[in-house]
């Protein structure tokens, strides 16, 4: 026998209820024509390409509102001075209703009607090494978990999709079928790993807790499909002791596992976890080196030239549950950004013996970074705000259709 509705979900209904008709009613409203609409992370706050176009949207269209849409939980990490509406509120629902320009990178809650005359720009947040949208078909245990007519319709409001290289443009283009404008332009994200001075860079550093003259290596794992929470591949405490007192280890749990690693923080404080920190790009900037799986942070750290690590152990269970574009750990320039190991012994060895830093390694990223950063540049958010925005080009160069 079904239950009976309790009153805490009774009221959450008519709350609801009363929403959508107050929104049904604000689609009459006229669009304000300089409010722009910013999300990432489904509402987890300021980050990712659109917090760099926003960014460069104060700067270049200050007369284009940014407002942000965030969870209430993630509420108190807002910084201070960004206007934001709380997911499923009254203003939220009126400012889809009215926006003239919305930015997320990947999608806004609740479902909306897009009225004429509104924009859409979807930014992403990857490069696809991993499978995405209705290649996921082929997969079972991520297909029952999809609804692949919702992706078809959330890709049909968007008008313009954003892309890092080639490779992400052509999969977009298959996974994401729809009538929108292909924008290849870089990741606006990127911008800050070819503007921040070295200054800049020593500030992060010395605020993280690197003292002078270490190496820092950040190790930042991504989530499996697989698993359940954050089961890292290597022994963080055992690699820091390995590698000795001029190495410090930064730890960051990818985001669905929540902010914090459970790195305790021992090893004479050479074991920092750092998920909770809100750049990911100041921990790219802090790092000497990164040491990761299947993350897309290979991808966006590979635009600072700096050593690149594959650590693997699980590469046939992650390839066989998830399916994956091309073999990260085949060794073929372009396809691998560095050394590659696949047990704690080997990482470390590749550590002590130089290979991280060898001519070998630094070929391989090079062949790496030309095939999936040719469009990063520190300036992709501005060329992304002028052809978003409509306003007039600056002479920068533009890699993909010129408009």
Not at 285 to 297: G, K, Q, R, V, W
Request: proline share 8%.
């Amino acid at each position: 026998m079904p239950s009976r509705p309790t009153r805490a979900s009774v009221k959450r209904f008519v709350r609801r209820q009363a929403m959508r008709a107050a929104y049904r009613t604000d689609l009459y409203r006229p669009l304000d024509p300089n409010l722009a609409v910013y999300g990432a992370y489904w509402n987890r706050g300021v980050a990712c390409n659109p917090a760099a176009i926003h960014a460069k949207a104060l700067e270049l269209a200050p007369d284009i509102r940014g407002l942000w849409v965030v969870s209430s939980r993630y509420r108190d990490g807002m910084p201070d001075g960004v206007p934001y509406v709380i997911e499923g509120s009254r203003p939220y629902w009126r400012a889809m209703a009215t926006a003239t320009y919305l930015v997320n990178n990947s999608s806004f809650p609740g479902g909306f009607t897009k009225r004429p005359g509104q924009r859409y720009l979807q930014t992403h947040h990857g490069t696809p090494l991993k499978t995405m949208g209705l290649d996921q078909r082929a997969y079972p245990a991520l297909a029952r978990k999809a609804d692949f007519a919702k992706i078809l319709a959330h890709v049909g409001q968007w008008d313009f999709s954003l892309s890092a290289n080639p490779h992400t443009t052509e999969v977009w283009d298959r996974v994401y079928p729809g009538p929108y404008e292909r924008l290849d332009l870089g990741y606006p994200r990127n911008d800050v790993y070819f503007t921040a001075t070295a200054e800049d860079i020593a500030k992060i550093r010395a605020g993280l807790g690197i003292a002078e003259g270490q190496t820092a290596l950040l190790y930042a794992p991504t989530h499996r499909d697989y698993r359940e929470g954050f089961l890292p591949d290597l022994d963080p405490e055992r690699l820091a002791r390995e590698l000795g007192p001029e190495y410090v280890l930064l730890v960051r749990a990818h985001y669905f596992y929540g902010r914090s690693a459970g790195a305790a923080g021992t090893v004479d404080g050479r074991v920092l976890d750092v998920t909770a920190h809100p750049r990911v790009e100041e921990l790219c900037l802090a790092a000497d080196a990164l040491i990761t799986d299947y993350s897309s942070l290979t991808f966006d750290y590979a635009c600072l030239d700096r050593p690149v690590v594959v650590h693997a152990p699980d590469w046939a269970a992650y390839r066989g549950a998830r399916g994956t574009y091309f073999d990260l750990l085949s060794g073929r320039p372009g396809d691998t950004p560095g050394p590659v190991t696949t047990t704690s012994d080997e990482l470390v060895e590749a550590f002590r013996t130089g290979e991280w830093r060898s001519p070998a390694s630094a070929a391989l990223r090079t062949a790496f970074r030309e095939r999936f950063c040719p469009y990063d540049d520190g300036h992709a958010a501005e060329r992304v705000v002028r052809r978003f925005f409509g306003l007039p080009h600056s002479g920068l160069p533009y890699f993909g259709t010129p408009h």
